[in-house]
């Protein structure tokens, strides 16, 4: 992964991502090469304008690592900063339908659609765009969350992929899971019983630098408390050596029943 991106990317096998709020006019250096600083333009140096610092971590499910998992996520600098994320249905794979095609399709059109004029830098409409030109069989969750130059983040979510805000050791915004029944999550799909954009979570939060959101799939939500993920990111001011963390603690997570819930 590249230092610093400066345009949409598509990464798979996704298990959590983590980013900052900083201020443009503050200097923001790389410290390892899977941290993204996206540092927005200074057409007016005496305004400070927030935008991402990005640190993730990638880790499939055992059963699935050959074939690289069934999540997708892309990074995108546009504006103050685009993270979305998807998470395959697995279910697909009952019908031999690669449940890793629809997410990864879905997260490619929504990567290329992120500055379209008709998105108008919306994560509901992204959600729309990307799902009408997905053509894949399947289904995923997916969230998108944006982030305003003025510190406004905006967020809508099908399903149950998280996100929580951390402020001073303590969560001051977490997105709610969308389920039908236990395990079976609302879903953007190929066949017309799924969901749409219509029935995302729409939220918004005002952020300030210093707080630090930790977007993910189910599988880390559904395996690590929130209080074990707040008490690793307050042992690291860095926010990879945080993603870090809060993955090996996923992975050790449990008994090994309940260790990898996809």
């Known amino acids: 992964m590249a230092n610093s991106i400066y ?16 201020l443009s006019n503050k200097h923001c250096v790389p410290k390892k090469t899977n941290l993204l600083c996206f540092a927005s333009s200074q057409l007016n140096p005496a305004r400070s304008e ?51 095609l629809f997410s990864k399709e879905l997260m490619a059109n929504a990567s290329s659609l992120v500055g379209n004029l008709e998105v108008n830098y919306d994560p509901q409409i992204l959600i729309r765009k990307a799902h009408a030109a997905t053509c894949s069989k399947g289904s995923a969750t997916a969230i998108v969350a944006m982030l305003e130059r003025n510190g406004t983040m905006k967020v809508a979510s099908v399903g149950d992929c998280g996100l929580r805000v951390i402020r001073k050791g303590q969560i001051i915004f977490s997105t709610t899971p969308q389920e039908h029944y236990f395990d079976c999550p609302y879903q953007l799909s190929s066949e017309l019983v799924g969901q749409t954009y219509l029935d995302a979570v729409v939220s918004s939060v005002e952020l300030v630098e210093g707080d630090t959101i930790v977007m993910g799939s189910d599988g880390l939500f559904d395996n690590v408390f929130d209080g074990e993920i707040v008490s690793k990111l307050a042992a690291h001011s860095d926010v990879v050596e945080a993603g870090f963390r809060c993955s090996f603690l996923e992975e050790n997570s449990g008994d090994e029943a309940n260790r990898w819930k996809a």
Do not use: M
């Not at 345009?7 to 900083?22: D, G």
């Open 7 to 22: 345009r949409a990317s598509i990464l798979q096998s996704y298990s959590q991502l983590l980013f900052q709020p900083c």
């Open 50 to 100: 927030v935008s991402f610092c990005i640190g993730t971590h990638l880790i499939p499910h055992p059963n699935k690592v050959e074939r690289g998992g069934e999540d997708a996520f892309f990074v995108s600098n546009f504006k103050g900063g685009v993270i979305a994320v998807a998470d395959g249905v697995s279910g697909w794979a009952e019908q031999n339908v690669d449940p890793s």
